[in-house]
Every structure is written in structure tokens, then in C-alpha cells.
């Protein structure tokens, strides 16, 4: 039965099915061309997204170093102020103490001028607050000077008092 076939109808088979073959590859093809149109408008939209996501990212990025900036700005002008402040602080704690070593000096030469008089110290730790009286203002022997910060201190010292 093969030999009855002709060359020519062979030859014509194999091209249909050939044909037939890139009919199939061509549909398959179609789809996932398709399929890619559609991802890649999908991936347009991805795009133009993440373009304005990062748009709103670097404005956000501006406004935190502004900012970052203003509250750098203020927090320098607190340090400085409270350096400043630190310094005045210390002042007045050398001050105080020049003041409290020269009071308790007066105290003594006080002590060692009237022997039998019990003199008791205002700042001792042992007293308890609220017992007995109160001491009056101390009074200082002439010769101490007191300049005038020293006085200015004292005075409010006594005020808080």
C-alpha cells in the first residue's frame, strides 16, 4: 500500500502536518504574548505607583531634616543657655562656700571669745527640724567684710529661709 502512495502526496502530508504543527505554536504563541501585554500594562501601573511613592518619600525625607534642623537650631541655644546657667551656678556655689567657710571662722573666733556661752551650729545634721527654736539671724563680728555679692547672697539665703 505504500508503494501506491506517491512521492508527491507524501511530500504534501508532511507539509500539512507541518502546517498544522506551526497553526498550534502560533495559537500557544498568541496567548502568552497575551498574557505579557497584560503584565506589562500591570507593570506600567507598578511603576507610575512606585514613582509616587517615592516622590512623597523624599518630600517627607525634606521635611524631616528641616526639622531636624529647627530642633538641632533650638536644642544648641538650650546648651549654650544651659552652660551659661552652669557657670552662674558655680559662681554662686564658690561664692556660698567662701561665704559659709568665712561664717564658720566668725563662729569660732566667736566661740573662742566667750568660752562659757554654748554657741550650737544652724546647719548641724544631728538637730531635728522643728525642735527647740529657731536661731536667729547670725550675727558676724565687725571684722569681717562682706562684699556686696556676699551680701546680695546672703540676703537670699535668708529669703528662702
Partial sequence: MIADISVPVVLDMIIAILLVA??????????????????????????????????????GIQNLKAHAS????????MTTRAAGLAGDLSF???KGTSLANRLEKAIESARSEAPG??????????????????????KIPA???????????????????
Fill in 70 to 77: 529647627e530642633s538641632g537650631a533650638a536644642l544648641d541655644s
Fill in 117 to 138: 556661752v554654748a554657741v550650737t551650729h544652724p546647719f548641724r545634721s544631728d538637730r531635728v527640724p522643728g525642735a527647740g527654736a529657731r536661731p536667729g539671724p547670725s
Fill in 22 to 59: 506551526t497553526i498550534v505554536y502560533a495559537f500557544v504563541l498568541n496567548r502568552k504574548l497575551s498574557v505579557l501585554r497584560n503584565a506589562k500594562a500591570e507593570m506600567e501601573m507598578l511603576v507610575a505607583r512606585f514613582a509616587d511613592s517615592t516622590a512623597k518619600a523624599e518630600s
Fill in 143 to 161: 571684722t569681717a567684710e562682706i562684699s556686696p555679692e556676699e551680701a546680695a547672697l546672703v540676703k537670699s539665703l535668708r529669703g528662702v529661709r
Fill in 92 to 94: 554662686l556655689v564658690e
